[in-house]
């Protein structure tokens, strides 16, 4: 906080703030904890009563994505890793190092193939699925759109011919 901010003033900014991160994801949202030095806003919705205790609130349908102008049709026999979030997608962890992954890389489930930046937030983008990846479909600090495909996979255990 600065000198010249009280705690009203800092709160009504992390509100902001919240507002904003809120409206650019995507999906259902559980929980927000904002923090600027010592004043913490958290917010969290409630668990739909159609949900049973101890499980995760199902979440809404969503349409199906609009490929991006330009993007070519996803062929049918490939898996992809999806960006997670609206934000930028960064191949390595900070500017200069080596990738994530690259094309050939053989992955595991849970394993964190890039970032997607949104709101200063680093998000962290892991694959669901193992897989080798055949193509990196974004290029490093570009902008993405929620469930943008990032990487395509090759299912483990096929082998191009």
Request: hydrophobic share 40%; charged share 20%.
């Amino acid at each position: 906080m600065s000198a010249g901010q009280g705690p009203d003033a800092v709160l009504d900014g992390l509100r902001r703030h919240a507002h904003r991160l809120v409206a650019e994801l995507a999906g259902p949202v559980r929980r927000v904890r904002l923090r600027s030095g010592e004043t913490v806003l958290e917010v969290e919705w409630h668990v739909p009563a159609q949900a049973a205790p101890g499980t995760e609130p199902v979440p809404a349908a969503v349409p199906e994505p609009e490929p991006a102008a330009g993007t070519p049709p996803p062929d049918p026999g490939r898996l992809t890793v999806r960006a997670p979030v609206v934000g930028t997608f960064y191949r390595a962890p900070e500017p200069g190092a080596a990738p994530f992954v690259s094309v050939g890389d053989l992955i595991r489930p849970g394993q964190v193939v890039g970032i997607v930046e949104a709101m200063k937030l680093m998000n962290e983008v892991t694959a669901d699925q193992a897989g080798r990846v055949v193509e990196v479909l974004v290029d490093d600090g570009q902008p993405v759109e929620y469930d943008q495909p990032l990487l395509a996979l090759e299912p483990a255990g096929q082998r191009g011919g």
